[in-house]
């Protein structure tokens, strides 16, 4: 296979023409009449034992053409595209021109580039970098947290149901006469006013003492996750057993000492204070790095191909995925309980991947501008860390791992540092 034409038809495609000559296409030919003439049958013939002349006159004179071309395509195609020097970012179009076995073959194939991009100003992007202040509020909180961890819970029996009140019930759904599924439980521990059921339920248990057998009567919403019972009037019979309260213990030295690494209230209350106030320096860098980032990305105005946003949306869809299957669920029960379908979850993933795409491109810009590049030594390091999380040996891990596509990331990772270290802070916009 030769190039005979390579031509820029629009911004980050180009159309190339290519030629295979009537020898080689004519070779390819004979290799796929071999490859599939075992199971050729004709009427008249033993099956694998009709010659190729036979074949194309009975099967027609292009039976084998297909075949053949597939066979040349690969690797021949991507000698081509190599001696242009594109990078592409998707398989190439191919369609035939022309097909001849005495004049050979011409083929076209439209190829979608990797965009080049520019970016400016990527130095000294500012953006607001607040630490929220530790409060009152938030040490309370924490008090009642340790408190509430340590609490028991005890039997109210002179008064009835409250808001935030713990109950134990026994209770099973109908639909008119019938029950039906997944509406019983026995025993069971509800929270009035946590929302755990449908809206209107836990509100009708408001009010009944223990011991008390009355009905719920509330319709299931309309979006609700399982299309059966969506909008549907139910009544659930219920038996309140128990109505329970939180018995909170006191803050004091004993309650710290007993459930805690401190011996005063004050050390576990500084501690708490400073471990606050290292997650909140965290937080505010963690959004100060997405700000500049989103600002750089902001930056990026060229055309991208729609292949690249549509190949990262893929690629976010199989993390999801994995992530389903290692909760026991899978694309078509999330897309039950949920009532999402294919098209709206790709939808859902367009603006990240639309950012995610433009950031990568930026910052491997700013790598090739900055002349930013990784190590043997960085490289290594990078893979020891990663086959020591794994329990697996360096050697294992540089086979298991595509190492241009690792190196890859090494290099954007340190031009997003040098972006941020030269970002700077700006909270005149607070």
């Known amino acids: 296979m030769s190039l005979k034409s390579s031509r820029k038809t629009d911004t980050n495609t180009t159309e190339l023409i290519l030629f295979i000559d009537p020898k080689t296409f004519g070779d390819a030919v004979e290799k796929e009449y071999q490859r599939q003439k075992e199971n050729i049958e004709i009427k008249g013939f033993r099956k694998g034992k009709v010659s190729r002349a036979i074949a194309e006159s009975e099967l027609g004179k292009d039976i084998f053409y297909e075949g053949a071309l597939n066979s040349l395509l690969g690797s021949e195609l991507d000698a081509a595209v190599k001696e242009t020097g594109l990078v592409l970012v998707d398989r190439p179009n191919v369609d035939v021109i022309s097909i001849d076995k005495a004049k050979g073959v011409e083929l076209r194939a439209v190829c979608v580039t990797r965009p080049e991009i520019s970016i400016h100003d990527y130095k000294g992007i500012k953006a607001p970098k607040r630490v929220r202040e530790i409060t009152e509020e938030d040490i309370e909180q924490q008090i009642n947290m340790l408190r509430r961890k340590n609490a028991h819970m005890l039997s109210v029996k002179d008064r009835a149901a409250q808001l935030d009140d ?95 690494e401190f011996k005063t209230v004050a050390e576990y209350l500084d501690h708490q204070k400073a471990k606050l106030e290292e997650a909140a320096k965290a937080q505010a860098e963690e959004e100060f790095e997405s700000s500049v980032m989103n600002a750089l990305v902001e930056k990026v105005t060229d055309e991208i191909p729609e292949c690249m946003y549509e190949q990262r949306i893929d690629a976010l869809i199989n993390a999801f995925e994995s992530q389903l299957r290692n909760q026991g669920m899978n694309r078509d029960l999330y897309f039950q309980y949920t009532g999402m379908n294919e098209d709206i979850l790709r939808a859902s993933y367009k603006n990240r991947a639309v950012s995610e795409v433009k950031l990568r491109l930026a910052l491997e810009k700013i790598a090739e501008l900055e002349k930013l590049e990784v190590s043997e030594e960085e490289l290594n390091a990078g893979l020891a860390e990663i086959a020591a999380a794994n329990q697996i040996d360096l050697e294992t891990a540089k086979h298991c791992i595509p190492i241009d596509d690792y190196r890859n990331d090494l290099v954007a990772r340190k031009a997003m540092d040098f972006v941020m270290k030269n970002a700077s802070e700006d909270n005149t916009v607070l």
Do not use: W
């Not at 099973?172 to 929302?195: Q, T, V």
């Open 166 to 260: 713990e109950v134990i019930i026994d209770f099973e759904g109908f639909f008119g006469e019938a029950a039906f599924d997944g509406g019983k439980g026995e025993d069971y521990p509800l929270r009035l006013g946590s929302g755990q059921f449908i809206p209107g339920f836990e509100d009708q248990i408001i009010g009944h003492q223990t011991g008390e057998e009355f009905d719920v009567n509330v319709p299931f919403p309309e979006d609700y996750h399982v299309p059966d019972y969506a909008g549907k009037e139910a009544v659930f019979k219920c038996k309140l057993k128990d109505i329970r309260i939180e018995d909170l213990p006191e803050m004091n030295d004993d309650l710290v000492k007993d459930y805690t």
